[in-house]
Each structure stands twice: as C-alpha cells, then as structure tokens.
C-alpha cells in the first residue's frame, strides 16, 4: 500500500482510506470490524467517518452510531494508534446535531467533545468541515450554483474565528489537522491565507467528490492542490456504485444503495448509464476489473492524497483491495479520456 503525505502535517496516510458512512445502517456492527480487521491488515491506516453518520438513511436515532462503531473497534482491538482517524463537523442546515446551527467558535469545541466520545480516543487526526457555512455547488448543486448573495465580510470573518477555536484544540491535544470537505477553490484558497497571515491549522486536505462521472476537480481545485499541497480526499470514488455496473439495464440489487435512495442522491439521470457503458466497455477492452479500473484512475490523479471508499460487506472490500495492483496505461488513460470527452458531465 503507497503511503501519502497529508497536506505538510507529518502525517503519511495510505493512498486508500476505509470510508465508514453504511456502518450502523446497511453495515452492521460485526461487519464493520471485521472491515476494519480486514483494511487495516492490508495496509490501510486511514479511516474517515463523521458526527452524522450512518446515511442510507440519515435519522435522529442513528446519528454519531458510526463514530460509536469506530470507537468500539478501538477499545476491542488495542489499534487505534496504527489508524490515521478522520471525521467532520457538520454544519449549517443539519438538523439533528446543534439544531443545525452553523459552525462556529461555540459547536466546534462541541462537536469535537462529542466525537472524541464517541470514538473512544484521545486525539482526532484529521478534523474536517463536512460543508461550509456560505453553501457549495457540491452534491448537484453546480448546475444552479450563484454566489452573488454570499457576504464576503461574513465569511472572511467567520473563517478567522473558527481557525482560531481549531487551534485552541489543537494546543489542547484534541485534534492534529484541519481538513475541508465540499469546498471550492476560492474557499480554500481563503483558508489557506487566513492561516498564513493570522495563524491557526494550515489545510491539509479537501474531502470531495471524484470518479470517473464527476471531474470537476480537474482544473482549479487540482491547481490549487499540487502548489499548496493540499491533496485530494476523493469521495465516492465508484460513484455511489454505478462505476460497478451493477446498475445497468434496470438492475436494483436487493440492499443496494439505489434500493434505499431511488437517485443516488442525484446522481441517476438519463445520460448516466451510456457514460457507465462507455467505462465498462473500456474495462472490458483492455481486460481490467471496472471497479479495478475506476479506483486506480483516482489514484494515479497528481492531486490525489487518498481515495475512501465503501464497502456495505467485507467480500466487497477484499475485491476492491486488488486495486491497488492495476496500473492505467497511456492507452487506457487515451480510452479514459475521450470517453470523458463525450460524456463530461453525466449527471
């Protein structure tokens, strides 16, 4: 397993990383360690959850059950120092943690109590913004996205306050790092000089999402990560499993995420599955596993830092693992792109 600098914190993480949002929903607990067991053995030493997690579906009475999860494997195992931990604040809008008040000097000290709690640790290794506070074009919301009502001031000042409640942590031994998710690069490029001007955690890393269906890393946001060194934290790397195939001509497997969200949250819509079909068929042509191929396009990306997936049960993730043993050639890479030429924006 290729290890990764985390943004310029010291800290290698693996160029995989255990993504643990099913776990407590469609991933029991038994399940989920025996996950854990299986990544870890395998050279994974970085997992990623967060306060609201479990989703499919999100729900009052299950919200922090995945960090709980972790935690049990913790205290089980004796591991918890061989794990790089990763988890997320949940921000304005999530109505079942702080009433869905948006992030702050008051709920980042809150939030971190709560996950520190919950993960049965010390120390949260990287601590990340599930979502800013202004609003992100992430999740769909990039065909309508206008950021013309932002108040700048605001924002600015926001960020100010909330880096110096995240050094505050990080001078109390609470948290390492700081990482964003569903950011832009005009935010972090933000963050990024907040920090170097008035001090507090320098961003590590961004949590968003990239597949082979969803590229809106490649240009500013992947400029950005390679002269800040501030890596990519891909999410939904098999793009909520359509990448598998298992989707095509209809299929809704039984327990499978379009099972339980009929659009995998936006991402079902009528080009998908010809852009799916173009990936298979190049899969298929150069005789590489979909899955295979799809993981290791995301791992051979300059900007990428680790690539988290998910798996609902442990014979998906021993499948997924042998990725890391695919490498893209040139002409794949060709086949790649000029299917992405033809199908850019899915859905």
């Not at 933000?190 to 597949?211: F, T």
């Not at 359509?242 to 209809?250: E, I, N, P, S, V």
């Not at 150069?286 to 830092?305: E, K, S, V, W, Y």
Request: hydrophobic share 40%; charged share 25%; aromatic share 8%.
């Amino acid at each position: 397993m290729k290890m990764k600098p985390l943004g310029r914190t010291g800290i290698e993480v693996s160029e995989l990383c255990l993504g643990t949002m099913t776990f407590g929903t469609q991933t029991p607990e038994a399940e989920a360690h025996a996950q854990m067991e299986m990544a870890r053995d395998h050279g994974i030493n970085f997992f990623d959850a967060a306060e609201m997690y479990p989703v499919n579906p999100i729900s009052a009475e299950t919200v922090g059950r995945t960090e709980e999860i972790v935690g049990n494997w913790f205290e089980k195992t004796g591991r918890r120092d061989e794990v790089v931990m990763a988890t997320k604040h949940s921000g304005a809008g999530f109505k079942h943690a702080r009433d869905g008040a948006p992030i702050s000097a008051k709920t980042i000290p809150e939030a971190i109590e709560g996950s520190l709690r919950r993960l049965k640790t010390d120390v949260i290794d990287l601590y990340q913004f599930h979502w800013p506070n202004r609003g992100s074009y992430m999740f769909r919301q990039n065909w309508a996205f206008d950021p013309s009502q932002q108040d700048r001031a605001a924002t600015l000042a926001h960020m100010e306050e909330a880096l110096e409640a995240l050094q505050a942590q990080v001078e109390k031994g609470n948290i390492r790092a700081f990482g964003l998710s569903n950011e832009s690069a005009w935010g972090t490029a933000e963050w990024l000089r907040i920090a170097g001007e008035k001090g507090g955690p320098r961003v590590a890393s961004i949590q968003n999402e990239y597949s082979l269906l969803c590229r809106l890393y490649d240009t500013d946001l992947a400029e950005l990560s390679v002269n800040e060194d501030v890596g990519l934290l891909a999410f939904s790397p098999l793009a909520a499993g359509l990448l598998t195939g298992k989707y095509q001509h209809g299929r809704v497997p039984d327990g499978s995420r379009m099972s339980i969200v009929e659009n995998l949250g936006g991402r079902k819509s009528a080009r998908v599955f010809d852009a799916v079909d173009a990936y298979l068929a190049i899969a298929q042509t150069h005789g590489i596993d979909p899955i295979h191929m799809a993981m290791a396009f995301t791992l051979q990306r300059p900007f990428m830092c680790s690539s988290i997936f998910g798996a609902t049960r442990i014979e998906q993730l021993e499948h997924l693992l042998k990725c890391t043993e695919v490498t893209l050639s040139d002409e794949v890479m060709k086949d790649i792109n000029d299917a992405h030429r033809a199908h850019p924006m899915p859905y």
